[in-house]
């Protein structure tokens, strides 16, 4: 651990909160329930360290000179892996973490979620323009009862939902005591994930109006995907894409009372595998020669979401969109990425042929200034090593 605090003093009210993330994030399975993804098979390739970013120069917004290493430090880094044309060039851990244990990844789980369910559209079992009641059964009050799948992949459902990871009051604190995330409330109801999900509320506009991030979309996807599949999320995922993509760390995902995986933010996973499943996507869905994910399903995602919904919407890319759950940046060298809360992110070059991935414990969920530092950093970084 650390000498800051002990054992004793991570509870389930604090375990998201700093210093003590700095543990959690990378022993979630001791405070959460879990189910496995992949067992350790161990690491056969030997570390190159950090010397090609130790004096890297990065100059982020106002004006900041700082190098890529120092970056990584100051933000907050926990760990970091740079691939360029599949091979490793690049790893760095701060002194806290440990390179072999599962670090949460928060909302990248989403961007696995959208590969999985190309995956499941490929084999037959999943329509992305039917219904999500083709699926699960929802109650017409419920939000998801007029959605399509294709909805809950782009993030424009119609729901009334706010995402504000601080709150304890309101739905959000409801959804994430159903996933276990919280601890219940005195004489509180005990609710199960899906039972939440249904329950919510649609909006006053219609479903593909706006484009609205709400991390209880991307769940009622995994439930599609599972109930599509007819198998459990974690061993789809685990069959279909962890070990197809040759993933060599331990990896596993959150779940809820029932063994509901929670698919919009509980997995997690080692840096090097998520850049191994940057990779694939990099690739147009290959890895070892095979096609994982379907090719004409990555090219989409790079090509064919809204950009106005988007714009209207986050501002974090102003060229960029949102599409199967994966963010178009829109640079000029066409990069893609995954984020997640506290600094999650898989950085996707395909003109310098480069995967970054940067896992931290950042003190605040959200942080609209350190983002922009941070999509400046990764792709000056991309571009350079």
């Given amino acids: 651990m650390t000498t800051e605090f002990t054992r004793r003093d991570v509870r ?13 994030f990378q022993n979630v399975s001791e405070l959460v329930p879990v189910a496995p993804i992949s067992w350790p098979r161990g690491e056969d390739e030997a570390s190159p360290g950090s010397d090609r970013i130790r004096d890297m120069p990065l100059r982020l917004p106002g004006g900041l000179q700082t190098s890529a290493l120092e970056h990584l430090t100051q933000s907050h880094g926990d760990a970091f892996v740079a691939m360029r044309g599949g091979h490793l060039i690049a790893e760095w851990y701060a002194p806290h973490s440990a390179p072999d244990a599962p670090h949460l990844i928060f909302s990248v789980s989403k961007s696995v979620a959208g590969l999985l369910a190309g995956i ?22 419920g939000a998801f009862s007029d959605a399509t799948v294709r909805h809950l992949l782009d993030m424009t459902v ?27 409330r005195d004489g509180g109801k005990t609710e199960t994930l899906e039972e939440v999900l249904l329950s919510l509320p649609k909006d006053d506009y219609e479903h593909g109006e706006r484009y609205h991030y709400a991390s209880p979309v991307t769940d009622m996807l995994g439930l599609v995907v599972e109930r599509a599949a007819g198998r459990r999320y974690h061993a789809y995922l685990a069959e279909k894409l962890w ?16 063994g509901t995986a929670r698919a919009a933010g509980g997995i997690c ?17 290959i890895a070892d020669g095979h096609q994982v994910v379907p090719r004409a399903w990555i090219d989409d995602i790079a090509a064919n979401g809204d950009r ?8 974090s890319f102003p060229n960029g969109h949102y599409r199967s759950c994966w963010y178009a940046t829109g640079d000029d060298h066409g990069s893609l990425a995954a984020i997640g809360i506290h600094e999650q992110w898989i950085w996707i070059d395909p003109v ?34």
Avoid: H
């Fill in 269 to 285: 996973a080692t840096a090097r595998d998520l850049a191994r499943l940057g990779q694939i996507v990099l690739r147009g869905g």
């Fill in 243 to 258: 070990r197809q993509m040759g993933a060599r760390g331990s990896a596993y995902v959150t779940l809820d009372r029932e």
């Fill in 158 to 184: 119609s729901l009334r939902f706010e995402e504000n990871y601080l709150d304890r009051q309101s739905d959000f604190d409801r959804y994430r005591r159903a996933m276990l995330w919280n601890p219940e």
């Fill in 12 to 24: 389930l009210s604090n375990w998201r909160e700093y210093p003590y993330s700095r543990w959690t």
């Fill in 352 to 385: 310098r042929d480069v995967v970054l991935v940067k896992l931290s414990s950042r003190p605040e969920p959200t942080d609209d200034d350190a983002t922009r530092r941070e999509i400046a950093a990764l792709g000056q970084i991309a571009r350079a090593i």
């Fill in 120 to 141: 499941a559209a490929e084999e037959g079992l999943l329509d992305p323009d039917a219904p999500v009641t083709e699926y699960v059964p929802v109650p017409q009050c």
């Fill in 308 to 315: 106005r919904l988007f714009a209207r919407e986050d501002g």
